[in-house]
């Protein structure tokens, strides 16, 4: 027994007559007759009589349809939930990003999207630097992330440029520089960010290719790091990162060298319209 057939049950009941729910349900009228004989053959009864020139219901299909119409809105209430759940997965992005909506403008951004997308319903996940390689199996709509990631299956996208920075304290020797060499720093100590971010790595490799080693290097968070500059240390941050700090007392040097640590839309191909709309508007 299936849902055709107890749907084609209840139109017969309803039209009166095989040819007029046969048109209705915009099938023959002997493909109809086919479906109500199988269904009453698997039932093992009869549910119309058929000895009078108008069919009518036996007891057993009189019963029958009370039932199935109880059936096919419980059906219908089903299928209706179903198309919502579905109609709400199709219109959700969910997106993790490091912490960088403010530095980048992103919640503007995000503000006119679903001022014009109001259908559309964007889950974010902000995540930690360190805790990427394990929030790369779940398997999001989007990923907004620094530097070059090898991720599987999804395709890239430059969002922002941005690039290492040198900040010192206004009675650094160089603060009346506004360019600078890396190499001019070879007798500071060197704030980071903490090791495990890419800032850190890309102002390390540099330091590697321009054959420079510090003598001491101290990582810290990035507000940690600017309010320890003294006169003979040096930070290395990306430029747009310091927009929403106060930097009166601090002066920022553009390297002579620009290193680059862009920050990329990784998105997975998808038929979801949302997230060609989001990419679009980005």
Known sequence: MTIDQIQYFCAICQYKTFSHAAFELHITQSSLSKHIIKLENELDTLLFDRTHRQITLTKAGEQFYQDAKILLKDYNQMMNHLDVLKDNTQNTIHIAMLPILSQYNLSSKLDNFNTQYPSYHVEIDEIEERDIQSMLNNQYDIYILRGHMDLLNYNKILLYKD????????????????????????????????????????????????????????????????????????????????????????????????????????????????????????
């Open 163 to 282: 690039k290492l920075t040198a900040v010192t304290s206004y009675k650094h020797p160089l603060s009346s520089y506004d360019e600078v060499s890396i190499l001019d720093f070879k007798n500071n100590e060197i704030l980071l960010p903490p090791q495990y971010t890419t800032i850190a790595h890309i102002a390390l490799e540099e330091f590697d290719k321009l054959n420079f080693h510090p003598t001491h290097i101290r990582y810290g968070r990035l507000e940690t790091i600017l309010s320890s500059l003294k006169d003979y240390n040096v930070a290395f941050v990306m430029e747009k990162t310091l927009s929403m700090y106060h930097l009166s007392n601090l002066c920022m040097h553009t390297l002579s060298k620009e290193v680059y640590g862009n920050i990329y839309l990784y998105y997975l191909p998808s038929h979801k319209s949302c997230i060609q709309d989001f990419i679009s508007m980005f």
